[in-house]
């Protein structure tokens, strides 16, 4: 997500990190490598100028504080700038309606009728009750899909297939929505070119009819400027409350986002960075701003972590490790619980100083290592993976024929899981150790109590 943007900001950031003091010259000569990074991203050229024009701005006016590096305090206005710039703070839903209701728009192929099923399970682990609407009349499998989607998820899809008036769609969408008690409508509408009027006056009667609390541009992150020029025109035509941002996760340069807040004065609220239902979470400019920056986002990463760990789960396996009770099939759980969370890109991603731990770095490698490391677990019996012990010769040639590796790989695959045992070993007696000791807890860095 905005890979070059960010590696290119990286460098800029080299020579802003080195002044010794701030001077007009030196802000202005390091400020240009930013502005070309922008600029090269696709952000409009307009927003890329009046930004480095408040960065400037603002870096020359302030006083050095004392013990701060003047280059640290430049890029500190430029992360301020950039919070600012993506809107400030993340815009919530207004769903005040009973039922409330949701129009999805955009161009073909931007992710709309995805987007509505990943919108819909959001709204349903807060607690609503959502009803999708197949209100797309002119792709042949627009309706097929979203059905597909919402029994993935289980949520209702209201489709009549064969039906060709929107409008009336809505009115049977809006009676099954009150008598079954669904709280959230969520219209997925037809894609549509901007300059087509016919189709954007049917949404036009479609608002007037549904009068939604929220009207959402569904938007491909990878359109760069002309996204600018979709959305102005949906928002005149419309009124548009607010936006989503689609496939941030195939698009290394993030103008889209970068130029849309600023040129219609609507926020982005969510945001879509990959193909699962999962893959969909609230807009957050300072999250987005540090991850851009470079600087991670913990903060995600947690709330992501928070969502698909079972804390009990978690609690029991801690006192195993700390045990040296870890076997082959915790570990297993550990790896199907940590690739719940994401790629490893993805999660590296959010980690302070991950853009340069990615660089260079063959993650597709580390993949697929950890999934012949899986297949060889899952080739093995329950009792095999809770005793690794009795894995003689003739067992480990059945896992290994089992799970398409050479004996000799299985066999690095076990004694490197030999040796984290013996550490975990190790990392519990010391603990002990210091609790008796006094020292409460143990080590900061060491597993928590």
Known sequence: MFDSLSNKLQNAFKNLRGLGKISEANVSDSLREVRLALLEADVNFKVARDFIERVKTKAL?????????????????????????????????????????VMMVGLHGSGKTTSSAKLARLLLKQGRTPLLVAADVYRPA????????????????????????????????????????????IFDTAGRLQIDEPLVQELVRLRDLVKPQEILLVL?????????????????????????????????????????????????KLAGAGEKVEDFEPFHPERMASRILGMGDVVSLVERAAEVVDEDEAKRMEEKMRKGQFT??????????????????????????????????????????FKRMEGMICAMTLKERQQPQILNAKRRIRIAKGSGVSVSE??????????????????????????????GGGMPGMLGR
Do not use: W
């Not at 627009?142 to 409008?167: C, F, H």
């Open 61 to 101: 006016g302030q006083e050095v504080i004392q013990s701060v590096h003047p280059g640290q305090q430049i890029i500190k206005v430029i992360h301020d700038e950039l919070v600012e710039l993506l809107g400030s703070a993340n815009a919530g839903l207004n769903l005040s309606g009973n039922p409330a209701c």
């Open 220 to 268: 491909d992150a990878a359109t760069g400027q002309e996204a600018v020029n979709v959305a102005t025109h949906f928002d005149q035509a419309l009124n548009i409350t607010g936006s989503i941002l689609t496939k941030l996760d195939g698009d290394a340069r993030g103008g889209a986002a970068l130029s849309l807040k600023a040129v219609t004065g609507k926020p982005i």
């Open 328 to 369: 082959l099939e915790d570990f297993l759980e550990q790896f199907r619980q940590m690739k719940k969370l994401g790629s490893l890109e993805s999660i590296l991603g959010m980690l302070p100083g991950g853009s340069d731990m990615l660089k260079g770095a063959d993650l597709n490698k580390q993949e697929k290592e």
């Open 410 to 439: 299985l066999n690095t695959m076990l004694n490197k899981f030999g040796q984290m045992q013996q550490m975990m070993k190790k990392m519990g007696k010391f603990q002990k150790m210091m609790m008796k000791r006094g020292g």
């Open 142 to 185: 627009a309706m097929d899909q979203l059905e597909t989607l919402a029994k993935q998820i289980d949520i209702p899809a209201y489709v009549r297939k064969g039906e060709t008036d929107v409008l009336k769609i809505a009115r049977g969408a809006l009676e099954y929505a009150r008598e079954n008690n669904r709280n959230t409508l």
